[in-house]
Protein backbone atom coordinates (compact mmCIF):
# COMPACT_ATOMS: atom_id res chain seq x y z
CA UNK A 1 0.00 0.00 0.00
CA UNK A 2 1.37 2.94 -1.22
CA UNK A 3 2.30 5.56 1.73
CA UNK A 4 0.54 9.20 1.13
CA UNK A 5 3.87 11.01 0.06
CA UNK A 6 4.02 8.41 -2.67
CA UNK A 7 0.95 8.56 -3.65
CA UNK A 8 0.89 12.93 -3.60
CA UNK A 9 4.14 12.50 -6.08
CA UNK A 10 2.79 10.27 -8.35
CA UNK A 11 -0.43 12.27 -8.78
CA UNK A 12 1.53 15.55 -9.07
CA UNK A 13 4.12 13.64 -11.72
CA UNK A 14 1.12 13.18 -13.37
CA UNK A 15 -0.32 16.30 -13.51
CA UNK A 16 2.79 17.67 -14.81
CA UNK A 17 2.40 16.52 -18.01
CA UNK A 18 -0.94 16.73 -17.98
CA UNK A 19 -0.36 20.54 -17.82
CA UNK A 20 2.57 20.79 -20.20
CA UNK A 21 0.76 18.53 -22.95
CA UNK A 22 -2.03 20.30 -22.49
CA UNK A 23 -0.08 24.02 -22.93
CA UNK A 24 2.22 22.94 -25.65
CA UNK A 25 -1.11 21.63 -27.49
CA UNK A 26 -2.87 25.01 -27.51
CA UNK A 27 0.63 26.59 -28.30
CA UNK A 28 1.52 23.94 -31.14
CA UNK A 29 -1.35 23.50 -32.76
CA UNK A 30 -2.40 27.48 -33.72
CA UNK A 31 1.00 27.82 -34.89
CA UNK A 32 1.22 24.95 -36.75
CA UNK A 33 -2.43 25.59 -38.71
CA UNK A 34 -0.84 29.09 -39.33
CA UNK A 35 2.24 27.57 -40.86
CA UNK A 36 -0.09 25.15 -43.19
CA UNK A 37 -1.79 27.95 -44.17
CA UNK A 38 1.43 29.81 -45.16
CA UNK A 39 2.07 27.11 -47.98
CA UNK A 40 -1.08 26.15 -49.00
CA UNK A 41 -1.86 27.16 -52.41
CA UNK A 42 -4.99 29.36 -52.75
CA UNK A 43 -7.12 26.71 -54.44
CA UNK A 44 -6.74 24.10 -52.27
CA UNK A 45 -7.64 26.34 -49.14
CA UNK A 46 -10.89 27.60 -51.11
CA UNK A 47 -11.51 23.38 -51.64
CA UNK A 48 -11.12 22.40 -48.48
CA UNK A 49 -10.45 25.75 -45.68
CA UNK A 50 -10.39 23.01 -42.44
CA UNK A 51 -7.99 20.80 -43.84
CA UNK A 52 -5.07 20.64 -41.48
CA UNK A 53 -2.62 18.69 -43.59
CA UNK A 54 -0.94 19.89 -46.76
CA UNK A 55 1.25 17.44 -48.87
CA UNK A 56 4.96 18.27 -49.81
CA UNK A 57 3.60 18.39 -52.94
CA UNK A 58 1.92 20.64 -53.07
CA UNK A 59 3.78 23.59 -50.92
CA UNK A 60 4.29 26.69 -52.11
CA UNK A 61 6.59 29.50 -51.31
CA UNK A 62 4.96 32.25 -53.18
CA UNK A 63 3.21 33.76 -50.54
CA UNK A 64 6.38 34.47 -48.71
CA UNK A 65 7.58 35.90 -51.94
CA UNK A 66 5.00 38.08 -51.95
CA UNK A 67 5.12 39.15 -48.65
CA UNK A 68 8.70 39.81 -48.64
CA UNK A 69 9.28 41.29 -52.15
CA UNK A 70 9.29 45.20 -52.30
CA UNK A 71 6.27 47.22 -52.88
CA UNK A 72 7.65 48.74 -56.10
CA UNK A 73 8.11 44.88 -57.08
CA UNK A 74 4.09 44.27 -56.28
CA UNK A 75 4.47 42.66 -53.34
CA UNK A 76 4.29 43.71 -49.94
CA UNK A 77 8.00 45.01 -48.42
CA UNK A 78 7.88 42.83 -45.15
CA UNK A 79 11.84 42.88 -45.42
CA UNK A 80 12.13 46.73 -45.44
CA UNK A 81 9.29 46.00 -42.37
CA UNK A 82 11.73 43.46 -41.05
CA UNK A 83 14.76 45.68 -40.91
CA UNK A 84 12.74 48.77 -39.61
CA UNK A 85 11.21 46.59 -36.54
CA UNK A 86 14.86 44.92 -36.38
CA UNK A 87 16.64 48.72 -35.94
CA UNK A 88 14.07 49.82 -33.26
CA UNK A 89 13.96 46.73 -31.56
CA UNK A 90 17.67 46.31 -30.78
CA UNK A 91 17.94 50.14 -29.82
CA UNK A 92 15.04 50.04 -27.57
CA UNK A 93 16.79 47.25 -25.53
CA UNK A 94 20.26 48.81 -25.69
CA UNK A 95 19.14 52.26 -24.35
CA UNK A 96 16.81 50.54 -22.24
CA UNK A 97 19.69 48.57 -20.48
CA UNK A 98 22.22 51.54 -20.89
CA UNK A 99 19.52 53.78 -18.56
CA UNK A 100 17.98 50.95 -15.77
CA UNK A 101 20.82 49.57 -14.95
CA UNK A 102 22.33 52.31 -12.85
CA UNK A 103 18.47 53.29 -11.96
CA UNK A 104 18.29 49.92 -10.35
CA UNK A 105 21.42 49.22 -9.07
CA UNK A 106 20.72 52.53 -7.22
CA UNK A 107 17.32 51.45 -6.44
CA UNK A 108 18.23 48.39 -4.87
CA UNK A 109 21.90 48.49 -4.09
CA UNK A 110 21.97 52.20 -2.53
CA UNK A 111 20.37 53.38 1.24
CA UNK A 112 18.77 57.15 0.19
CA UNK A 113 15.88 58.81 1.63
CA UNK A 114 12.84 57.14 -0.26
CA UNK A 115 14.78 54.19 -2.09
CA UNK A 116 11.35 52.18 -1.36
CA UNK A 117 9.25 54.41 -1.99
CA UNK A 118 10.88 55.14 -5.52
CA UNK A 119 11.03 51.44 -6.23
CA UNK A 120 7.36 50.95 -5.82
CA UNK A 121 6.60 54.48 -8.43
CA UNK A 122 8.40 52.55 -11.08
CA UNK A 123 5.86 49.96 -10.87
CA UNK A 124 3.14 52.40 -10.46
CA UNK A 125 4.11 54.35 -13.72
CA UNK A 126 4.47 51.06 -15.75
CA UNK A 127 0.50 50.00 -14.64
CA UNK A 128 -0.53 53.20 -16.50
CA UNK A 129 -2.17 52.18 -19.75
CA UNK A 130 -0.04 53.21 -22.81
CA UNK A 131 -2.71 55.21 -24.39
CA UNK A 132 -2.84 58.01 -21.80
CA UNK A 133 0.68 58.28 -22.71
CA UNK A 134 0.12 58.18 -26.88
CA UNK A 135 -0.91 61.66 -27.55
CA UNK A 136 1.46 63.95 -25.19
CA UNK A 137 4.21 62.42 -26.76
CA UNK A 138 3.04 62.87 -29.95
CA UNK A 139 2.28 66.02 -29.51
CA UNK A 140 5.93 66.69 -27.84
CA UNK A 141 7.61 64.43 -30.49
CA UNK A 142 5.86 66.39 -33.47
CA UNK A 143 6.80 69.57 -32.01
CA UNK A 144 10.65 68.65 -31.68
CA UNK A 145 10.57 67.01 -35.44
CA UNK A 146 10.92 63.34 -33.91
CA UNK A 147 7.32 62.51 -35.62
CA UNK A 148 7.52 59.67 -38.23
CA UNK A 149 11.38 58.77 -37.14
CA UNK A 150 12.34 55.37 -36.15
CA UNK A 151 14.80 57.17 -33.84
CA UNK A 152 11.74 59.08 -32.04
CA UNK A 153 9.99 55.52 -31.90
CA UNK A 154 12.45 53.68 -30.16
CA UNK A 155 13.10 57.04 -27.60
CA UNK A 156 9.14 56.39 -26.84
CA UNK A 157 9.28 53.35 -26.34
CA UNK A 158 12.06 53.13 -23.66
CA UNK A 159 9.27 55.06 -21.63
CA UNK A 160 7.27 52.10 -21.75
CA UNK A 161 10.49 49.61 -20.93
CA UNK A 162 12.44 51.71 -18.55
CA UNK A 163 10.10 51.54 -15.29
CA UNK A 164 9.62 47.66 -15.54
CA UNK A 165 13.42 47.04 -16.29
CA UNK A 166 14.32 49.02 -13.43
CA UNK A 167 11.69 46.71 -11.50
CA UNK A 168 12.95 43.60 -12.59
CA UNK A 169 16.68 44.27 -12.56
CA UNK A 170 16.39 45.70 -9.16
CA UNK A 171 14.84 42.44 -7.38
CA UNK A 172 17.84 40.88 -9.09
CA UNK A 173 20.71 43.16 -7.98
CA UNK A 174 19.10 42.48 -4.10
CA UNK A 175 20.11 39.18 -4.31
CA UNK A 176 23.84 39.51 -4.67
CA UNK A 177 26.17 39.30 -1.59
CA UNK A 178 27.28 42.76 -0.48
CA UNK A 179 30.43 40.90 0.46
CA UNK A 180 31.49 40.57 -3.16
CA UNK A 181 30.68 44.30 -3.22
CA UNK A 182 32.76 45.11 0.11
CA UNK A 183 35.77 42.64 -1.30
CA UNK A 184 35.68 44.35 -4.63
CA UNK A 185 36.05 47.86 -2.52
CA UNK A 186 39.47 46.45 -0.17
CA UNK A 187 40.70 45.76 -4.04
CA UNK A 188 40.33 49.69 -5.10
CA UNK A 189 37.43 49.39 -7.15
CA UNK A 190 35.00 52.54 -7.23
CA UNK A 191 31.47 52.33 -7.45
CA UNK A 192 30.77 52.35 -11.27
CA UNK A 193 34.26 49.49 -11.29
CA UNK A 194 32.71 47.33 -9.03
CA UNK A 195 29.24 47.53 -11.17
CA UNK A 196 30.98 47.02 -14.30
CA UNK A 197 33.50 43.78 -13.23
CA UNK A 198 31.68 42.30 -10.70
CA UNK A 199 27.68 42.85 -10.75
CA UNK A 200 26.85 42.98 -14.17
CA UNK A 201 28.66 39.74 -14.62
CA UNK A 202 27.09 38.20 -11.99
CA UNK A 203 23.72 39.61 -13.30
CA UNK A 204 24.14 38.45 -16.95
CA UNK A 205 21.13 36.09 -17.04
CA UNK A 206 18.60 39.29 -15.30
CA UNK A 207 20.37 40.92 -18.07
CA UNK A 208 19.76 38.73 -21.13
CA UNK A 209 15.82 38.20 -19.55
CA UNK A 210 15.21 41.67 -19.23
CA UNK A 211 16.59 42.43 -22.70
CA UNK A 212 14.71 39.54 -24.06
CA UNK A 213 11.66 41.04 -22.62
CA UNK A 214 12.20 44.54 -23.98
CA UNK A 215 12.70 43.48 -27.03
CA UNK A 216 9.30 41.01 -27.52
CA UNK A 217 7.93 44.50 -26.27
CA UNK A 218 9.19 46.80 -28.94
CA UNK A 219 9.04 43.80 -31.83
CA UNK A 220 5.44 43.42 -31.47
CA UNK A 221 3.91 47.33 -30.52
CA UNK A 222 1.51 48.69 -32.35
CA UNK A 223 0.29 51.49 -31.16
CA UNK A 224 2.67 54.15 -30.93
CA UNK A 225 3.90 52.54 -34.45
CA UNK A 226 0.87 53.21 -35.83
CA UNK A 227 0.74 57.01 -34.23
CA UNK A 228 4.15 57.85 -35.07
CA UNK A 229 4.52 56.23 -38.48
CA UNK A 230 1.12 55.80 -40.35
CA UNK A 231 2.34 58.77 -42.44
CA UNK A 232 5.46 57.44 -43.47
CA UNK A 233 4.85 54.10 -45.10
CA UNK A 234 9.12 53.40 -46.22
CA UNK A 235 9.88 53.50 -42.25
CA UNK A 236 6.08 51.22 -41.05
CA UNK A 237 7.41 48.20 -38.45
CA UNK A 238 6.37 44.98 -39.27
CA UNK A 239 3.66 45.42 -36.76
CA UNK A 240 2.08 47.86 -38.98
CA UNK A 241 2.93 45.84 -42.33
CA UNK A 242 0.62 43.00 -40.74
CA UNK A 243 -2.29 45.02 -39.23
CA UNK A 244 -2.72 46.12 -43.27
CA UNK A 245 -2.73 42.59 -44.58
CA UNK A 246 -5.41 41.39 -41.94
CA UNK A 247 -7.57 44.89 -43.19
CA UNK A 248 -7.04 44.22 -47.08
CA UNK A 249 -10.24 42.19 -48.58
CA UNK A 250 -8.33 41.63 -51.64
CA UNK A 251 -5.43 40.35 -50.09
CA UNK A 252 -5.48 36.23 -49.49
CA UNK A 253 -5.46 34.57 -46.00
CA UNK A 254 -2.49 32.51 -46.97
CA UNK A 255 -0.49 35.76 -47.56
CA UNK A 256 -1.87 36.68 -44.34
CA UNK A 257 -0.12 33.55 -42.86
CA UNK A 258 2.89 34.16 -44.61
CA UNK A 259 3.04 37.34 -42.77
CA UNK A 260 2.12 36.08 -39.38
CA UNK A 261 4.75 33.22 -39.86
CA UNK A 262 7.81 36.20 -40.58
CA UNK A 263 6.85 38.51 -37.32
CA UNK A 264 7.07 35.47 -35.18
CA UNK A 265 9.85 33.53 -36.85
CA UNK A 266 12.57 35.96 -35.55
CA UNK A 267 10.99 36.32 -31.76
CA UNK A 268 11.26 32.53 -32.03
CA UNK A 269 14.63 32.33 -32.81
CA UNK A 270 15.96 34.60 -30.37
CA UNK A 271 13.84 33.66 -27.38
CA UNK A 272 15.89 30.04 -28.09
CA UNK A 273 18.88 31.42 -28.70
CA UNK A 274 19.18 33.57 -25.27
CA UNK A 275 17.57 30.40 -23.26
CA UNK A 276 20.50 28.88 -24.28
CA UNK A 277 22.85 32.29 -23.52
CA UNK A 278 20.90 32.46 -20.35
CA UNK A 279 21.71 28.63 -19.14
CA UNK A 280 25.38 29.58 -19.82
CA UNK A 281 25.15 33.39 -17.87
CA UNK A 282 24.01 31.29 -14.85
CA UNK A 283 26.53 28.48 -15.00
CA UNK A 284 29.57 31.24 -15.72
CA UNK A 285 28.32 33.15 -12.54
CA UNK A 286 28.15 29.89 -9.99
CA UNK A 287 31.97 29.67 -11.90
CA UNK A 288 33.03 32.99 -11.11
CA UNK A 289 31.60 33.10 -7.34
Known amino acids: MPSRAQFEDRTFAILKWVVIAFLALITIVPFSYMLILSVKPVDHLMADPGSLWVSASEWTLDTYRQVLRPVSEGGQGFLRMLGNSALVAVATVALTLLVAVPGAYAVGRLRFFGHRQISALFLAVYLFPATLLAVPL?????????????????????????????????????????????????????????????????????????????????????????????????KWTVSLGLQQLAGGIETPKTVLMAGSVVLTIPVVILFYAAERLLTEGLTSGADKS
Do not use: H
Request: charged content about 10%.
Open 138 to 234: FVIFARIGLQGSLVGLAIVYIAQTVPVSIYMLKNYFVTIPYSIEEAAALDGCSRLQTLRKVVLPLAAPSLMATGLYVFMIAWNEFLFALLFLAASPE
